[in-house]
């Protein structure tokens, strides 16, 4: 479940498919562990594009993704 940091972001996060969110969530990648799922993020906004903020579900590490 994504914590609301902005209410502009959540609002264009949630006019994406719930299919298409699912899919972006599963396919972040880490550094470590390479492409994994994304887990306890937050939503914002960077540069009028949304960004996924939280951790790597394999090894718990900082990812982020881009959502353009």
């Not at 969530?25 to 996924?52: A, E, M, P, Q, W």
Request: glycine share 8%; net charge positive.
């Amino acid at each position: 479940m994504a914590k609301i940091i902005n209410m502009e972001a959540m609002k264009k996060w949630d006019e994406i498919p719930k299919a298409m969110q699912s899919r972006i969530i599963r396919n972040v990648f880490c550094g470590k562990c390479s492409v994994t799922t994304i887990v306890d993020y937050d939503v914002t906004l960077s540069d009028g594009l949304v960004l996924l903020r939280g951790k790597c579900k394999i090894c718990g590490g900082d990812v982020a993704r881009v959502v353009d």
